[in-house]
């Protein structure tokens, strides 16, 4: 009974892999004079925190990592980077028709979600050990912003 059990769930992961993950996995093109790292100038040291904690849902330069591959587990992890790049897109920055940054809103959030720990999300830091932020990166990060936002009022 065991064995037919494990045999039945084994055949249904199997079959799972023919039914394709949508939306498919990618990474599109990106205009570099667009982007947050072009724009917005950060101090190497606050990009590379946001590179490394936020770029894998927040941006079109998405290390995919090799369960984005395997039913079911793919299907939440491309809507999961989906939906991260729709709310905030590092790679789209400056929005479309857009000459000069004016979305101070969205800096903004990127302070308050790391300050309240809400990004990156629980979970997401416990399978991706080096997007764990410190207290110390969390409040640098929020320093750049506060002053950025301070200098352009």
């Not at 055949?11 to 498919?24: D, E, N, V």
């Not at 980077?81 to 940054?101: Q, T, Y």
Request: one cysteine or more; hydrophobic letters at 45%.
């Amino acid at each position: 009974m065991k064995r037919n059990l494990l045999l039945a769930v084994a055949a249904i992961f199997i079959l799972l892999q023919y039914f394709p993950a949508t939306p498919a996995k990618s990474n599109p093109p990106t205009d570099p004079a667009r982007t947050f790292a072009a724009t917005m100038k950060p101090p190497e040291a606050v990009h590379a925190i946001l590179r490394r904690a936020c770029f894998d849902c927040h941006s079109h330069e998405t290390v995919w990592p090799w369960y984005a591959d395997v039913a079911p587990i793919s299907w939440a992890v491309r809507n999961h980077v989906m939906d991260g790049r729709k709310h905030l897109n590092f790679s789209e920055w400056l929005k479309p028709g857009e000459r000069v940054f004016s979305s101070w809103s969205d800096l903004e959030d990127v302070c308050k979600a790391v300050r309240e720990k809400s990004m990156p999300l629980a979970g997401y830091d416990w399978v991706h050990g080096r997007a764990k932020l410190s207290n110390a990166e969390r409040q640098a990060v929020c320093r750049w912003t506060d002053a950025t936002i301070a200098a352009a009022k």
